[in-house]
Each structure stands twice: as structure tokens, then as C-alpha cells.
């Protein structure tokens, strides 16, 4: 792949400081990490170092957060361990969570680009030599194969409107979705498209990261922790992405 | 504490080990050992978030999140990659970038950063002179002027580098290697393996 520029190099500073300016920069040197030894043990000892830098700043914390918080804990579902090894899965497969769609893992394939916008994936052979070439972990393209292989697998593919179609699978003993898209228009400069889970009574909303298009395709991209009634949505927003959507989603699938 | 224990500092009696096997239970879904995580944490991770976002609603809100994503993801903290605090840490600082880079916040950070505070106070300001924070600020005076300026202002701003660099008037390939040079320096005094 890319060769060890230098300037990638005295770029661990900056990166463990989160001081990067977009996420293509993060993802550039995140792949450029994934090689450099030497720099993964300088990013490791600046983060250890930057939070000393966040402790000698802590502040007694408003005595409602702690109410806030633990309020909030019974009704938040952890996420399960990436290990999830068969007895410690967390959660029966909920019967109602979405119908059942037949052959649904088949249907999306393994034409799908497989991420980060540098790839295109079209065989599993290539597949695994994404494995080394790309800052996905290997655990990652195991967790999408999966979801799209998992026996409550049910995929939903829907037009935009705005155009193209974007193709959600989920899996619900999982708590797990994959996401992928076809035919977005291309993004004007200064505009990303965010991904969002909106819970079903709607107060709560997460975002899932930004996608990447490359040759008018996205994904796959795999979201974690889904809960029943969530909705997966995409929005337009400016370049960096927002805390909370500024406009409607231009497509809304359960998850 | 002593200039040669190892990497974190500690609220009041834990420890890294002890917020790590915290953590262990956390991610079991033990709520009591969630409920001393809090304890142990709230305090750094509000203060640092307060310190980029500086409004105090917000930063309560970007806290509130902060802390219930450390409950949600527990499962997936892994200590073979580091402490519990720092792993904690870096979600705090993370949040509280995307809140201030975020569309919502450019025009109201148009604002202030006019009223950026001359970098050396991020820490002389701080209302808590614990020892941990006298021992920052000693590091941070050994650094020279725009070492540290540039480390203050990426973090304790929440700007990017290519920011740092304008407000600076520095040209960005030596931005990197100040914040890391700068780092490298801190991380020797502070007695960072």
C-alpha cells in the first residue's frame, strides 16, 4: 500500500491530541498506524501523557449529573464484548424485532466495497487481503460476514430521496446492522453524509459516523448496539458532521 | 505522589488497577461498580470537557454522554491497550472536539475565540492546586513557548493543528513536529513510560 512518508511519521502527536483536521486525515494516518510500530507506541505513551494533561484540569462535576447519568443506566444496553463467544451473548434474539426476510444475507453480496473509500471489494479473495491493507480490524470483517450470514439475518433496501438506495441488513440476535449504499449523488465540498440510530420514541439519537463514497458506492459499515425500534437514518450535513442531525434524514430504515 | 509511579494520576484512593478491574465489572453489567467508575472519573472527565467546551450546560450534556458511553462500551475496553483512565480520557476529549468542531457550534466559537485564554492559564486557572495539576504546569513551563502553545491549544482548545497553525502564524509541518516534540518532552517529565 502507501509507503511510510515521513510526514505521516510526526503526525503522532498531533493525532493522539485529536488535532487532525477531517476524518480522511484520521483514516490516512490511522492506516499509515496500523504499520508503524514505532508509532503506535508514541501515540500510546502521548495519550497516556495528554491524559495527564485532562486530570490536572478535573472539576468537581454538577451534582445532577450523577442523577442524570444513573438514571440513564438501566435503560442503556452495553454493548456486547467483540470476543462474543456463544455463552456470553448477552441478549435472547428478539422474535418481533423486524420480519423476516428470506435469503437475505445472499442478496447483498460480496460485490459490496468493503470501506473507508479505498478498496473495492469484489471477491473473497480479495477480501482477505483487505484484511491487511485496511485499518478494518480483522474482527470488523468477521462481525459484517457475521450479520450478513446470521440465520435471523433480514436485509431492506430502499430509495433515497435523493437519489440511489441504501441497503440495511440486520440481525438481531446480534444487535448489530450492516449498511451499505448505491448510486448517493456525490457530495458537494463542504457536506458528509452522517449516519444516525434514532431510538423509537425518537429522544434519542446517536451518531454512526460519516460515510465515504468512492466510485458512487459506500460501505459496508456496521453499527453496534442497536436496540429494538431504532431506526437507521442518513443525513446531508456539513463537512465534519454535527452532535445531532440538522435536517430530516432523506432515507429511514428500522433497524 | 512520587515522581516514579507509572502513568496515571488517581482520584482519591484508586488507582489504575482499580479503575481497570472496575471497568472488568462494568463490563458485566455491574451497576455498584459503574456507580464508583463515576466516582472515580466524573470529576476528570468533566473538568476536561468544561476546560474545550467552556460552556457549562454543554459541557454537562457532552459529559453526561461521555459517561454513559463509557457504561455502554465497558465490554469492549481492553487493557492490554492501556488504562482505564486513559482509554476514558480519550472519549472525553474526543466528545468535546466534535462538539466544538461541529456545525452547530462554529458560529458561537467564532465568538470566542477571540477570549481563547492565553495558553499558559489552561492550567494556572484551575480552581482545584492539586499536586497533579502542579506537576502539569511545571512540565508544561519546561517546554518552550510555542511547544506549549501549540500542545495548549490542541488540547485544552479542542482546535486542529492546521488551526493551531493559523492562529499561530506557524506553517503546519512544523506544528506536527512542535506538538510532538512538545509531547515527547511532557511525557519524559511527567514519568510516562
Known sequence: ?255 | MRASEPEMPRPEGGGDRYLDGLLARVARGDQAAFEAVYDGLAGPVYGLILRVVRDPAQSEEVSQEVLLEIWRTAPRFDPAKGSAATWAMTIAHRRAVDRVRSAAAAAAREQRTAEVPVPHDAVADVVEASLEAERVRRCLDGLTESQRESITLAYYGGFSYRQVGERLGIALSTIKTRIRDGLIRMRDCLGVS
Not at chain 1, 46 to 63: D, E, H, I, K
Not at chain 1, 192 to 200: A, D, H, R
Not at chain 1, 204 to 216: A, D, K, P, T
Not at chain 1, 249 to 255: E, N, R, S, T
Request: glycine share 10%; charged share 15%.
Open chain 1, 1 to 255: 500500500m502507501a509507503p511510510l512518508r515521513s510526514s505521516q511519521h510526526t503526525l503522532t502527536g498531533v493525532y493522539a491530541l485529536d488535532a487532525l483536521d477531517t476524518d480522511a486525515e484520521v483514516a490516512r494516518f490511522e492506516r499509515h498506524l496500523a504499520r508503524c510500530q514505532g508509532c503506535t507506541g508514541q501515540v500510546r505513551g502521548f495519550r497516556v501523557t495528554a491524559t495527564r494533561l485532562g486530570m490536572a484540569v478535573s472539576r468537581p462535576p454538577p451534582p445532577a449529573l450523577r442523577a442524570a447519568v444513573m438514571d440513564e443506566v438501566p435503560r442503556t444496553r452495553q454493548l456486547p464484548a467483540l470476543d462474543d463467544r456463544p455463552g456470553h451473548r448477552r441478549a435472547a434474539p428478539r422474535p418481533t424485532w423486524l420480519p423476516r426476510l428470506a435469503a437475505a444475507g445472499a442478496a447483498i453480496g460480496l460485490a459490496a466495497a468493503i470501506t473507508l473509500g479505498v478498496v473495492l471489494v469484489n471477491t473473497q479473495n480479495q477480501l482477505s487481503q483487505a484484511r491487511h491493507q485496511l485499518s478494518v480490524t480483522k474482527t470488523e470483517l468477521a462481525a459484517i460476514n457475521a450479520v450478513r450470514t446470521a440465520s435471523d439475518a433480514t436485509l431492506v433496501t430502499k430509495a433515497t430521496s435523493i437519489g440511489g438506495t441504501v441497503t440495511v441488513v440486520s440481525s438481531a440476535s446480534r444487535d448489530q446492522i450492516v449498511v451499505t449504499t448505491r448510486g448517493l449523488p456525490a457530495l458537494r465540498a463542504g457536506k458528509v453524509y452522517q449516519l444516525w440510530l434514532i431510538g423509537s420514541n425518537g429522544n434519542r439519537i446517536r451518531s454512526e459516523g460519516l460515510l465515504v463514497l468512492h466510485n458512487g458506492r459506500t460501505g459496508p459499515v456496521l453499527i453496534s448496539g442497536v436496540l429494538s425500534g431504532d431506526i437507521f437514518g442518513v443525513t446531508l450535513e456539513p463537512a465534519g458532521g454535527t452532535v445531532q442531525p440538522t435536517v430530516k434524514p432523506f432515507v429511514a430504515i428500522p433497524a
